[in-house]
Nanobody
Framework: QVQLVESGGGLVQAGGSLRLSCVAS????????MGWYLQAPGSQRELVAA???????KYGNPVKGRFTISRDNAKNTVYLQMNSLTPEDTAIYYC?????????WGQGTQVTVSS
């Protein structure tokens, strides 16, 4: 089992920045990649960004050029740096980890961007 705990969400004005953190614990050696999803009210969960163990990254189209995913393997932590935030970025952000045959989720952290 893998446990994921997010932090760093909050309220920010449009144009501002936030950095989300996700600390992994448990059977972390089984994790191949980690990422972030967002879920806005009434919408499906969608991929924000992902990063492999080798450092390869992938971004969802709405956040390209504004968000950056990174990881600190020594701290078992994945970060999501979010810049130039807009009200459309308002959502619950979930950390996720993928292993062979399993997907793990954190409890989510709320990000609210005011206009």
């Amino acid at each position: 089992q893998v446990q994921l705990v997010e932090s760093g969400g909050g309220l920010v004005q449009a144009g501002g920045s936030l950095r989300l953190s996700c600390v992994a614990s448990g059977s972390i050696s089984s994790i191949n990649a980690m990422g972030w999803y967002l879920q806005a009210p009434g919408s499906q969960r969608e991929l924000v960004a992902a990063i492999s163990n080798g450092g390869s990254t992938k971004y969802g189209n709405p956040v390209k050029g504004r968000f950056t995913i990174s990881r600190d393997n020594a701290k078992n932590t994945v970060y999501l740096q979010m810049n130039s935030l807009t009200p459309e970025d308002t959502a619950i952000y979930y950390c996720t980890g993928w292993s062979n045959g399993a997907t793990y989720w954190g409890q989510g952290t709320q990000v609210t961007v005011s206009s």
